[in-house]
């Protein structure tokens, strides 16, 4: 389902813990770690659809949640042409988004990955609010900066501080080196947890996850 611009409606879903840390699901199979997200379907509202992806990504029910607040507007970005299938180039351009901001009121052992025979991910960890933009496919870098820019207002004051660089990448903080030359891809990272059926699979050799990184582009989730 498209719009007339040729943009696909879509919603975004930033998961809070009560320490006001957000879901970070790791990719199915890869090293990639993202949000929340999947398509509306016709018929439905923005709110039915993000209930259903909640369900369907993470494994979490309508009473597991409370809505906090969500995006305004819609944020949309482009596909480039390498992404998109042939049969779909000329008609599909990318996606538009609501993102939805939630709170997680129940016990986070609720989150199950493998709710449907079809899963998204396959572990995940709570993580800072402000995610590392430059583990993100580049070209959805932008909306979720202004999904969670827009979004922060609705946090503690003492949380609110942006810590986004302009190119995309957060700010360095004491100690972020030793974070960016072993990045919480490899191995088991402080924190990292994995519910029921989910699995981790980590990779010693730095040569074959510094690949594996730069190859994430080349299978986003569209």
Known sequence: ?????????????????????????????????????????????????????????????????????????????EVPDRFIRRDARGHYKGQKQIWYLLRLVAHDWNLNLRATSHPEFDAWRWHDYW??????????????????????????????????????????????????????FVGMPPGLELPPGASFDPDPQSNLRNATERSLLAHPKQ
Not at 14 to 40: A, D, E, T
Not at 164 to 175: D, E, M, N, T
């Open 131 to 184: 995610v590392p933009l430059d583990v993100v496919v580049e070209f959805k870098r932008g909306v979720y900066e202004m999904a969670l820019t827009e979004l922060a207002r609705y946090l503690p004051r003492h949380d609110q501080r942006n810590r986004f660089l302009r190119g995309g990448a957060r700010s360095f903080r004491h100690g972020d080196e030793a974070e960016a030359a072993h990045p919480p």
């Open 1 to 77: 389902m498209l719009d007339r611009e040729g943009f696909r409606p879509n919603v975004g879903i930033i998961l809070l813990n009560q320490r006001n840390q957000v879901f970070w699901g790791k990719r199915i199979r890869s090293h990639s770690w993202q949000f929340p997200q999947g398509g509306i379907d016709r018929g439905e509202t923005p709110e039915q659809a993000m209930y259903r992806e909640l369900h369907e990504e993470v494994g979490l029910m309508p009473e597991h949640v409370s809505i906090v607040a969500r995006t305004r507007d819609w944020l949309r970005y």
